[in-house]
């Protein structure tokens, strides 16, 4: 069966066949296109925009350093009105410097205390370093 008999077959999923290869063609250069002026269908503009964000997504339960994950946190408190964030548990975090502004979600934070910092010497190995109760001063926000 040639293309003429596969589009014949079925249309829609040949004409997608087609229709993705060109648009990941255009993707480079979707910044310059202004999609407002193309009459595209509205999903397909859907796909332009979300391909076309330059936004890096971030683990929300993370701690990042130089933007790498340097730990991963569990149970945070966040108070913004008094400008605090508390963490119970900060594991995974052998590459943080606590003593270096880090970035949780979008505040970026300066260790204030240090309840327990078990330097890595643990039961459970594959949680790394174990930081607990751990507050911080919310210097500013990203």
Excluded at 38 to 56: D, G, H, N, Y
């Amino acid at each position: 069966m040639g293309a003429l008999g596969a589009w014949r077959a079925r249309p829609a999923k040949t004409l997608w066949a087609l229709v993705i290869p060109a648009l990941l063609i255009f993707v480079p250069w979707t910044r310059d296109i202004d999609l407002s002026r193309i009459s595209l269908p509205a999903v397909v503009r859907e796909w332009f925009e979300k391909l076309s964000s330059t936004v890096p997504t971030r683990d929300t339960n993370a701690v990042y350093q130089d933007d790498q994950i340097v730990g991963k946190v569990e149970d945070a408190r966040v108070d913004t009105q008094r400008r605090v964030i508390w963490f119970a548990v900060i594991h995974d975090s052998v590459r943080l410097e606590l003593s270096r502004p880090f970035v949780f979600r979008k505040y970026r934070l300066r260790t204030l205390d240090v309840g327990e910092d078990n330097g890595g010497e643990t039961f459970a190995p594959w949680q790394g370093r174990i930081v607990r109760n751990v507050t911080c001063e919310i210097l500013g926000v990203e």
